[in-house]
């Protein structure tokens, strides 16, 4: 059974820092592009960042030079570095894994609050 299960969401305040991270079984990681996207309230699930099997990247305009993706194989985890956080990126975060756009899963989500 396919698990991703993300961890690291929280309340920071603008300008902060935080890291999530996504923990994945029942899949070969390694060969698996794994995205972040979020949802914010009454808005459309949106890609945030997404990392391909061989390491390429790939980041929205939006948090570009802010945030950082990362994966590392042999934890099968995946990473997000956020920095100089913005009230505007408060949303759900969710980790996906796909294969060749075949096969694709999504984990339970975290919420991300930027606010003072």
């Known amino acids: 059974q396919v698990q991703l299960v993300e961890s690291g969401g929280g309340l920071v305040q603008p300008g902060g820092s935080l890291r999530l991270s996504c923990a994945a079984s029942?899949?070969?990681?390694?060969?698996?592009?794994m995205g972040w996207y979020r949802q914010a309230p009454g808005k459309q699930r949106e890609l945030v960042a997404a990392?391909?099997?061989?390491?390429?990247?790939n980041y929205a305009d939006s948090v570009k030079g802010r945030f950082t993706v990362s994966r590392d194989d042999a934890l099968v985890t995946v990473y997000l570095q956020m920095n100089s956080l913005k009230p505007e990126d408060t949303a759900i975060y969710y980790c996906?894994?796909?294969?060749?756009?075949?096969?694709?899963?999504w984990g339970q989500g975290t919420q991300v609050t930027v606010s003072s």
């Open positions: 996906k894994a796909d294969y060749l756009n075949a096969f694709e899963y």
């Open positions: 029942g899949i070969v990681f390694s060969v698996h592009r």
């Open positions: 990392i391909s099997s061989g390491g390429t990247t």
